[in-house]
């Protein structure tokens, strides 16, 4: 009897200390930094940008994004992330640029290195329905 109730003793100890260890990292939290990368559009648009994620005093993903078209022409922006999530190693995020009525929709993968995916420009809070441009990103972890 004595060794059953200690192997339950045993086995209780272990169950508590597995839910009172603390949790890993947040997804996304090996992507956290700035990141350069460029884009393009189905238009022949191109241009490169500075990606900022960061993990707010929520505990939310947040960041901002620092914009520039190839050829100038005053299109240079930078905006805060309406919206950013991980789920593995998948990507989503929104922003909205300086004109106010429309919205940025960026999807894509990361890894440890670089990542990439597509974005769409639609109005605001419907950036992809129907979206007005689209076009890829690409992006790298600059080496420190």
Not at 57 to 70: E, M, N, P, R, Y
Not at 85 to 92: H, P, T
Request: negative net charge; glycine residues 16%.
């Amino acid at each position: 009897m004595r060794v059953q109730f200690n192997t339950w003793l045993l086995l209780a100890s272990i169950c508590v200390g597995a839910f009172a260890a603390p949790a890993g990292a947040a997804d996304g939290d090996q992507y956290l930094g700035t990141w350069s990368g460029t884009w393009a559009g189905a238009d022949n648009s191109s241009g490169h940008f500075q990606l900022n994620l960061e993990r707010g005093s929520d505990g939310k993903l947040t960041g901002s994004i620092a914009v520039s078209q190839d050829g100038g022409g005053g299109s240079d922006y930078t905006a805060k992330l309406k919206s950013a999530a991980f789920a593995g190693d998948k990507f989503s995020a929104a922003y909205e640029p300086p004109d106010g009525q429309s919205e940025i929709s960026m999807k894509g993968k990361f890894g440890p290195k670089g990542g990439d995916g597509d974005w769409a420009l639609g109005a605001k809070d419907q950036p992809s329905n129907p979206a007005v441009a689209t076009g890829t990103w690409k992006i790298a972890k600059p080496q420190n």
